[in-house]
């Protein structure tokens, strides 16, 4: 099913398809809370797969302007402009505006867990039920 999704939205994702789908199928159902560091078409794969599910999303958004990008309006998709290389603006979006949002799934492109923890996102995940899935691609 994922690689159909990743197909039709052509995500960069798509070579994970058996990956996430062995991770992620019996828990596609629940009403997670998933971060995605990022921009990147898997969003509207999330939002369909995880059908109860609130998809959030943190992007600089160097490359392209996020009201060109139409899924970003979509319902359960909530983003905002953050570097998450600085922390102060990092913790301005996780405790202002998304008022300390506790991660079930992160999902971010960078190569490793250590980076994460460096750049702070790591207090808004480590302790959601002693169950947080974190890829990086």
Not at 36 to 63: K, M
Request: with cysteine; aromatic share 16%; glycine share 2%.
């Amino acid at each position: 099913m994922l690689n159909v999704l990743f197909e039709r939205y052509k995500s960069k994702r798509l070579k994970y398809h058996l990956y996430y789908e062995k991770e992620f199928f019996d828990r596609r159902f629940e009403p997670l809370m998933i971060l995605q560091v990022g921009i990147e078409p898997s969003l509207q794969v999330w939002q369909r797969y995880f059908t109860r599910s609130q998809i959030y999303c943190i992007d600089r958004f160097a490359y392209t302007d996020p009201k060109n990008i139409s899924y970003l309006d979509e319902e359960r998709i909530h983003w905002s402009r953050c570097n998450v290389n600085n922390k102060k603006q990092l913790n301005h979006v996780m405790i202002d505006i998304w008022k300390k949002p506790r991660f079930n799934i992160i999902i971010d492109n960078i190569s490793n867990h250590q980076t994460m923890r460096h750049y702070g996102v790591d207090k808004y995940y480590k302790e959601v039920n002693n169950e947080v899935f974190c890829h990086s691609c």
